[in-house]
């Protein structure tokens, strides 16, 4: 099946730092990202659609100056969380679409102290 | 604005137990619906998919069954294992933009 790897797994950050995730989708090209966050013993909120070669669609309510999206290549999706807060500490998921289907990243575990 | 609900959040079983979760919808207009599983701290592994035109599937000790009408799905497991401990989660697809809504899962564990 499809491959979709997140780097880094998991990222310790000072408030006020930025910080960077990647997406890639290993064995297929994709156009289309999804990047998702999860909070402890809740359901996965979409964030944000990633456009290859285009500006990224956000979800009401996501900041798109805080969670900068960046879709440079067919196989390479990145999120940046801009000067973090203890608040942006969450599961960042991400997702690729091949033939029909999402397939998902291992995740990335951000802690903001 | 789909709302995806699932019942119970948590279940304890003796191994070899067959497992019913539970998954509602409110929007019967959907384009698919996903079961993943999901292990702490990780990602997500693709269970079974069920077009809107289908009214199950199956893999192995899984089955899936979809009533759009009543807006509802029900993932059984056959004969569980300390392996499936797991949480699973559906997710309903509105339409063609891949766009997912996600209940908040339920966690399951199974006693050897």
């Known amino acids: 099946g499809a491959v979709v790897s997140q780097h880094p797994s998991r990222v310790i950050c000072k408030s006020g730092t930025s910080v960077k995730i990647e997406c890639r989708s290993l064995?297929?090209?994709?156009?289309?990202m999804f990047w998702y966050r999860q909070f402890p013993k809740q359901s996965l909120m979409l964030m944000a659609t990633?456009?290859?070669?285009?500006?990224?669609?956000?979800e009401q309510g996501v900041e798109k100056d805080k969670f900068l999206i960046n879709h440079a290549s067919l196989t390479l999706s990145t999120l940046t969380v801009t000067s973090a807060h203890p608040e942006d500490s969450s599961f960042y998921i991400c997702?690729?679409?091949?033939?029909?289907?999402?397939?998902f990243g291992e995740g990335s575990r951000l802690t903001v102290l | 604005k789909q709302e995806v609900t699932q019942i119970p959040a948590a279940l304890s079983v003796p191994e070899g137990e067959n497992l019913v979760l539970n998954c509602s919808f409110t929007?019967?207009?959907?384009?698919?619906l996903q079961w993943f599983r999901q292990d702490p701290g990780k990602g997500l592994t693709s269970l079974l998919l069920?077009?809107?035109?289908?009214r199950e599937q199956t893999s192995g000790r899984l089955n899936a069954s979809l009533d759009k009408s009543s807006g509802r799905s029900t993932l059984y497991i056959a004969a569980s294992q300390p392996g499936d401990s797991a949480t699973y989660l559906c997710?309903?697809?509105?339409?063609?933009?891949?766009?997912?809504?996600f209940g908040a899962g339920t966690t399951v564990t199974v006693r050897a």
């Open positions: 990633s456009n290859e070669g285009s500006k990224a669609t956000y």
């Open positions: 997710a309903v697809r509105r339409s063609n933009d891949y766009k997912l809504s």
């Open positions: 929007d019967s207009a959907i384009y698919n």
């Open positions: 997702s690729a679409a091949l033939l029909g289907e999402l397939f």
């Open positions: 064995d297929f090209q994709a156009t289309t």
């Open positions: 069920i077009q809107s035109s289908q």
